[in-house]
């Protein structure tokens, strides 16, 4: 790990904020378009241009980072997939709002797989650990990977349930809860990891 991990956290979740404020995924009812999918794929080209600069500048993983950038990009298109069939599974339409789930895949993926495959790359060990348990991640990198990915992806499902509420308000529509719930997941998977390698440090002196 090249940066602090507080400085990995940060940059990791404002990155992925800004590229969300800069094409708001909403629903204007008073806007021409009934979709929000322009938004989400200009958030998800935003997002992908500040992970793939993140990880030009070694954020996630050491100096081997170009390898693991390439690797990630691969894993965040098998992500992009099965995320896509968990959302069916799930319950998502098969048939209808297509590009939608295939967007919100997309999105979520490049917000939680790219950065979680740039660190750990192609680590066998780390990712049984990382995929396994939170209590037996030897590494910063590991934290950094584990939380963001698993909470990001816990935020999009609890995120999800906000469809059934009779809320009746634009922020319903699929998929845009989906992609705030894995943001919001996501920025505090970070805060979780910077916390859990702090007591880590603490333990490790004692």
Partial sequence: MMQSPLLTAALSSFSAWGAVLLSPITLDPSSS????????????????????????????????????????LLWTCIGTISLWMLAVLFGA?????????????????????????????????????????????????ERLAYYPLTLGILGAWLGAGALSLDWQTDMQRWPVPVVYGALVGSSAGYAVAVAADHVAEEEGRA
């Fill in 93 to 141: 339409p098969l048939f209808e709002l297509v590009e939608e789930t295939w967007l919100a895949a997309a999105f979520v993926a490049t917000l939680v797989v790219f950065p979680a495959s740039c660190g750990v790359g192609g680590d066998g060990e780390a990712w049984r650990r990382v995929v396994s348990s939170t209590g037996r991640l030897k590494t910063t990198t």
């Fill in 33 to 72: 378009s009934s979709t929000p999918n322009a938004a989400l794929l200009k958030a998800t080209l935003l997002l992908l241009a500040c992970r793939l600069l993140l990880a030009t500048l070694r954020i996630w993983s050491e100096p081997d980072s170009r390898d693991k950038a390439i690797q990630a």
